[in-house]
């Protein structure tokens, strides 16, 4: 315990690196001191989760608290140095010595990994990152999260524009070139620069624009396949990313899906056109058809809201896996751009030591990786074997996910992703043929 009575944010137990259980609960209660109904982590279960670094104060703490130097993982130094290169921090909107702690500040209010940095600063390489919003009238229908000020229940339409506001405010504190934001229906075109701002002048300015489009509630149909058609006209040739947000079906039907999917498998340079879909419904069945063109379509992620893929992503990693608010805002802006690791959480394959280094932005000690490897095998055990509703039988793709005895040293000492482990590549090759 400080001298302030704080208690040390980091521990280990059983050699096993965790967010310390007591600082959770102090948090906890100075939240409540201070009016804010805030949890200390937005984990599912904290206490076997594996802890949170989020910024180089963060980093220190933990070297202090457990007393030894934890390295930060390589790719994760690589982006700090290159974070205070004078030309980066000015394409932000900063000055070199801002950068770091901004965008620190940023990181630890929504427990963002520090490693993801890396991956955000992939947003750079795009000419432009387009925004394409459903605006049809069944997005005022209700949705299943929560407002975060009002504490009711969002409508779908609010709910995107929840969601877009929180990805901007990311966005606004690396370099991008362009934002485009558009919709299905209505002629609007929101068009953003960074223009020399630093990010809450810029964030001050977008936000006003995105709260003017809207006030106005969402009217009309849903022509995706046209607006989709449109968007990858207009960009031949160019870098874009794309994020469209909906809550349903096409006009048209199983027929337009089949069209976006076609077009999805087939674009050019998919790795430099990568596509998200933003799913706001509390109808899953409905958004199903984005889930299967991220099975098919190369370069291509869905994202549910964070309640609902928090908890797919306990179901499928294990509980040491922290997945926090921010890493779910990380993902939803660059999950489709990394299918080695952010946009392979759902296959069940767990992550060799060198990635989730990498993710978190730690170099963890044997014993935090064999518990996250543990608790992965654990999640895998506890699958629910689905019944193949052709012929009666189970599964045979959850079968393999639950069944396979993972070779924990190929994963403890592979020097890259798991895909090139033999063993992944044939398991991956078993589910693709069973469609699984």
């Not at 937005?42 to 594996?50: E, F, M, R, W």
């Not at 933003?278 to 058809?289: F, G, K, Q, R």
């Amino acid at each position: 315990m400080s001298s302030t009575g704080m208690p040390k944010k980091y521990v280990k137990i059983n050699g096993i690196m965790k967010l310390n259980p007591e600082y959770k609960r102090w948090k906890e209660a100075q939240n409540a001191s201070s009016g804010i109904a805030a949890p200390a982590t937005t984990v599912i279960n904290s206490d076997q989760a594996l802890p949170v670094v989020s910024s180089m104060e963060d980093h220190m703490q933990m070297n202090e608290d457990l007393g030894a130097e934890i390295p930060l993982a390589e790719s994760t130094n690589a982006t700090i140095e290159m974070l205070q290169e004078p030309e980066i921090s000015l394409e932000a909107g900063l000055q070199p010595d801002e950068m770091i702690d901004q965008l620190g500040a940023l990181l630890s209010k929504y427990e963002v990994p520090i490693g993801l940095t890396n991956k955000l600063m992939m947003l750079s390489e795009f000419a432009s990152l387009e925004f394409i919003i459903d605006d049809s009238g069944s997005m005022m229908c209700q949705s299943d999260t929560i407002d975060p000020v009002t504490k009711r229940a969002n409508t779908r339409w609010g709910e995107a524009h929840q969601r877009l506001k929180e990805m901007l405010e990311i966005i606004a504190y690396v370099p991008f070139q362009q934002i485009g934001i558009e919709f299905l229906n209505r002629k609007d075109r929101i068009s953003l620069t960074r223009n020399g701002m630093d990010p809450k002048t810029f964030l001050a300015g977008a936000y006003q624009k995105i709260d003017a489009v809207f006030a106005r509630p969402a009217a009309g149909t849903t022509p995706a396949l046209e607006k989709l058609q449109e968007s990858f006209l207009r960009g031949q040739g160019v870098s874009i990313a794309r994020y469209f947000f909906g809550d349903g079906l096409p006009n048209g039907g199983h027929q337009a899906i089949a069209e976006i999917t076609n077009i999805l498998k087939n674009r050019a340079s998919p790795e430099t056109n990568p596509m998200t879909f933003i799913s706001c419904t509390n109808e899953d069945e409905a958004v199903e058809w984005m889930k299967d063109c991220e099975e098919v379509a190369p370069y291509c992620s869905e994202s549910d809201d964070f309640a609902d893929e928090s908890q797919e992503v306990y179901k499928d990693q294990g509980a040491a896996l922290p997945y926090t608010k921010g890493f779910h805002l990380i993902c939803q802006l660059v999950a489709a751009m990394n299918p080695d690791d952010l946009d392979a959480m759902d296959e069940s394959v767990p992550f060799t030591k060198f990635t989730l280094d990498n993710l978190l932005g730690v170099q963890n000690n044997e014993e935090s990786y064999r518990h996250y490897f543990n608790c992965f095998v654990q999640a895998q055990q506890k699958r629910v074997v689905e019944t193949d509703p052709r012929t009666g039988a189970p599964k045979q793709s959850d079968l393999i996910k639950k069944n396979t005895q993972w070779h924990y040293s190929e994963f403890l000492n592979a020097p890259g992703a798991a895909r090139h482990i033999p063993q992944v590549q044939q398991v991956l090759q078993q589910l693709k043929a069973l469609g699984g």
